[in-house]
């Protein structure tokens, strides 16, 4: 999600002597002319033949100048403002380290073609699953009959600032557990040669996607179980260790080795006890004496972790580590080198001086480069410190004035040069990749502030390039015939005797385990505050552990089994089993080291919990808070999120043939948003306001039930759904209003706006993230659009299955004012209403 810079393709660092081609049409349509967004010459590069189906020679080349980590491309056709109409339909992409030795791209699930263009002007962004480590990359037009094609394209990604280029490893294994799946631990996208071991490859060690705590479970969708880690068994090494010899594409001065390794010892995997790594400069022999390192194993936190291992600054072209086994299994996803790369000399073809190509202007290049020499890298540093200081110095003096600004008028936007400013919660749980806690200001008791403003930088596209022309909804909903129920503005009191909209003071009371949990009003919490929990105390000894959801700043989520908690619950409220039987449940469970304001903000929320009694909303069925852990026990249903289960499903009629794909039908989405629709009206008539809804926070249960939740954020498979601010906070940016990330405004009018997206992630079956052909600094940039109002905002598309009225639905609830936004109770009406229509 960080490495998405452009590489210089349409910013201009990329050379025009660094572009190439098999052939050109004309002097007009040569290589330098396929950079993204321009239209110089005859407005893209062209083969000078026709492309064939059976012959796949043409191509398009990029040359780096050094190594890429490269995680997306965009491509173009010829559209030269109207007289060209030439374009890619799909394309191959081979990419190479050295020059020598190509390598054909393929996703996770083998496929080798990319998807292209539709039309010669739109921009196609496709993300690299998994990304690529190259210096030079090809593209490669693809066809299915004879047809003239032209390209325009973009690379997208960082520098690979490991100087890794290859890995040799032995072959990962299997594990077959006696009646269950296979567990599959080779490394399936290495691109180097595969037998006995791996050689002169790069692959899953090196794709950036760190495994999960349990290796039967994956990151990525219809994978078989182990996919995430690399696997070996102890029993076949006769010496006790796995050895991996790493290449590197200088000599450089190594400082430190982190290795993610899976822990769960209970399945007889541990994390190495010790590793040993040897050293060798350019040809010659392996130095004598190794970097040792014996670690302290643990048999109390089974999570997956990184293990950092020093190297003590010690000059090498190559690395060969042994890990030692600590248990029957060792399983690694990924392995990163720190090096001090001013520390070595550069051996390989030093990158060139950027210069001004033909008839483009370069932008910044965000991208590091390292000068071959010593004495240039010491001024560089020291001209790069002063320019670091005088930022931080003019940082602090432009934060402190729009600090003053903002106190005297909290709700004028700022001027049109600064894009967008991104609120944060003071007292926002997170987590971060390497599951290590990261302390917030817990006793800090103010609301949203601006801690961060700052323009976007030239390096991003504008969205307004991406535009989706909407001519057929510009009128307002009651305009196109839609239910009076849907349209009316927003009034102050509604049937149920409260404000439609929280405009009033909000407490934040922010979930503990990691969770965006409800925020409620002040005068709520002082009603709540003077009664005790209503539910039971559980016998913590019936809870069994099934598997860990995920964590949170103080707190983790886990699934459990319990027995008998039939016996602890309401009368109002039952399960559909038998008394005996276990049943499946949420676990929130504080951790024994959270401190005070953690452990009665857990306690706040059991007691909003114990009161939210709705078909459409999570239950707390019983409490564990007589003694530490504090645990508060929740609903779970057997099928999962909506996210996950519609992920599994096609739309009915889609599946050809014999599929054994299940299928759901256009009436039961329709049945399972109106039931969102209804637990969101539930808890705005009690001016609650959720904060973070999307499918993800979404269960499902029997025959399409849906009861909402908010364990989204608490879930490593949903981390990409979060934009990560300063290392603090997390917002789920893609579902949020403009006013919520621009001015820290959460009402239930923003969870409207979050209630389309839902809308829309379910009518698409959740294949992708919303606005996917953005980066998250284009999305927070498109939201500052919406508050201009000037007709430049993107929308999301109308889903397949969409219906103009629900489309249109959609489209109200993202309406700039929000009291023209529907209230939930109208959504929830018109929905029922169009139901019975059809």
């Given at each position: ?397 432009w934060r402190q004035f729009w600090q003053k600004m903002l106190e005297k ?347 389309g997206v839902t809308l829309w992630e379910t009518l698409t079956f959740c ?72």
């Open positions: 999600a960080v490495c998405r810079y452009p590489l210089g393709m349409s910013g201009g660092q990329i050379q025009d002597e660094d572009i190439t081609a098999s052939s050109q049409w004309s002097e007009s349509t040569a290589a330098k002319y396929g950079r993204l967004e321009f239209e110089d010459g005859d407005g893209a590069w062209c083969p000078e033949i026709p492309v064939e189906p059976d012959n796949l020679k043409e191509f398009l080349q990029v040359d780096l100048r050094m190594l890429h980590f490269i995680t997306l491309v965009g491509t173009q056709g010829r559209h030269a403002g109207g007289h060209g109409n030439e374009f890619a339909q799909m394309y191959k992409i081979t990419y190479s380290r050295d020059g020598t030795r190509w390598i054909s791209w393929k996703n996770r699930h083998g496929k080798q073609v990319i998807k292209g263009n539709a039309n010669p002007y739109d921009v196609v962004l496709k993300a690299l699953e998994p990304p690529i480590i190259a210096r030079l990359v090809r593209f490669i037009p693809v066809t299915d009959h004879s047809m003239n094609v032209c390209m325009r394209v973009e690379l997208y990604g960082c520098e690979w600032l490991d100087g890794l280029v290859s890995y040799n490893a032995p072959a990962g294994q299997q594990i077959v557990p006696p009646g269950g799946p296979v567990i599959y631990l080779n490394d399936s996208v290495y691109d180097g040669a595969v037998g006995y071991s791996m050689t002169e490859g790069l692959g899953q060690l090196t794709d950036g996607v760190r495994g999960l705590d349990d290796f039967t479970q994956s990151h990525e969708y219809n994978v078989w179980p182990g996919y995430d880690y690399v696997g070996w068994r102890n029993e076949s090494f006769s010496h006790g260790y796995s050895e991996i010899v790493f290449e590197f594409d200088r000599i450089r001065n190594f400082t430190t080795m982190k290795v993610h390794c899976n822990n769960m010892f209970h399945k007889g995997v541990k994390i190495f006890k010790e590793v040993q790594c040897y050293f060798r400069s350019e040809a010659n022999d392996w130095e004598p004496n190794p970097v040792s390192s014996v670690l302290v194993l643990d048999d109390v936190n089974p999570s997956a972790r990184f293990v950092t291992v020093p190297l003590l600054h010690r000059m090498a072209s190559a690395i060969k580590c042994q890990y030692y086994f600590a248990d029957t299994w060792m399983m690694i996803s990924e392995i990163t080198f720190q090096s001090d790369t001013a520390m070595y000399n550069t051996t390989g073809l030093p990158p060139k001086t950027p210069g001004t190509p033909t008839s483009i202007q370069p932008g910044n290049n965000p991208m590091h480069k390292v000068d071959d020499s010593n004495t240039r890298i010491l001024i560089g540093c020291l001209v790069a410190i002063i320019f670091i200081l005088v930022a931080i110095i003019v940082i602090i003096l008028a909290s709700r004028r936007m700022l001027d049109d040069e600064l894009t967008v400013s991104l609120s944060l919660q003071s007292e926002t749980s997170m987590f971060n990749n390497n599951n290590n806690r990261s302390s917030s200001p817990s006793e800090q008791e103010s609301n949203s502030t601006y801690d961060r403003i700052f323009p976007l930088g030239p390096d991003y596209q504008e969205p307004s390039k991406l535009i989706r022309k909407l001519p057929e909804f510009t009128q307002p909903l009651e305009e196109a015939g839609c239910s009076g129920a849907v349209v009316k503005p927003a009034q102050a009191g509604g049937a149920e005797g409260v404000p439609h909209y929280a405009e009033a003071d909000i407490v934040n009371l922010q979930g503990v385990t990691g969770s965006n949990t409800y925020a409620v009003p002040a005068i709520t919490m002082d009603l709540l505050s003077g009664k005790d929990v209503a539910v039971e105390e559980f016998p913590r000894n019936l809870l069994t552990f099934k598997e860990k959801l995920g964590e949170g700043q103080f707190g983790e989520v886990h699934l459990c089994e319990a027995k008998g908690i039939q016996e602890f619950l309401d009368k109002d409220f039952s399960f559909n089993i038998s008394t005996n039987q276990p049943v499946l449940v949420a676990v929130k469970m504080l951790r024994a080291d959270a401190n005070k304001n953690a452990r009665n903000d857990f306690l706040k929320e059991i007691k909003i919990m114990s009161r939210l009694k709705d078909p459409n909303i999570i239950r707390l069925l019983a409490v564990c808070i007589h003694d530490d852990p504090l645990c508060m026990i929740t609903e779970y249903m057997e099928n999962g999120d909506l996210n996950q289960f519609l992920s599994r499903h096609e739309p009915e009629g889609a599946v050809a043939g014999a599929s054994n794909t299940p299928t759901v039908s256009y009436a039961n989405l329709k049945y399972m948003a109106t039931q969102i629709a209804s637990g969101m009206k539930y808890l705005s008539s009690l001016n609650f306001v959720h904060r973070d809804l999307a499918t993800r926070n979404c269960l499902v249960d029997k025959n399409y039930t849906i009861k909402i939740a908010d364990f989204g954020m608490s879930r490593n498979l949903y981390s990409g759904d979060y934009y990560r601010i300063q290392g603090r906070a997390v917002l789920p940016i893609r579902w949020m209003s403009w006013e919520s990330i621009l001015l820290g405004k959460f009402t239930t009018a923003s969870d409207v706006w979050a209630f294949r992708e993230q919303p606005y996917s052909q953005l980066s998250d600094e284009q999305v927070i940039e498109n939201t500052g659009e919406f508050f201009r109002d000037q007709g430049r905002q993107i929308y999301l598309p109308q889903p397949v299955l969409c219906p103009n009225s629900i489309y249109k639905l959609m489209l109200s609830c993202w309406r700039r004012d929000t009291k023209d936004r529907p209230a939930f109770q109208e959504i929830h009406r018109f929905l029922l209403e169009s139901s019975a229509k059809e």
